[in-house]
């Protein structure tokens, strides 16, 4: 599993070959006080919760790094790639 970026306790993460349940492109969010799965494409919450100040610094990293997530997710899952 490939972490993307840390930000203070926020890890934001990407599985390799993570298709499964979620059935969309997204990432996971581990923070002490929760997780979180998020769809890159609208960065709606898909799973999970996070404290209010934590998801609103997610859904503000995500917006800055959109095209990053989209890469890093294609990557991890080549039989699934990323399309808009």
């Keep these: 599993m490939p972490e993307i970026e840390r930000i203070g306790s926020l890890i934001i993460m990407i599985y390799f070959n993570d298709f499964g349940p979620h059935r969309l492109p997204h990432f996971h969010i581990d923070s002490p006080d929760g997780r979180a799965v998020y769809a890159i494409a609208e ?39 990323f399309e808009e």
């Design 43 to 81: 960065f709606a919450r898909l799973a999970g919760k996070l404290r209010a100040k934590d998801e609103s610094t997610v859904l503000e990293w995500s917006a800055a790094n959109r095209q990053r997530l989209v890469d890093a997710w294609s990557r991890c899952n080549p039989e699934h790639p």
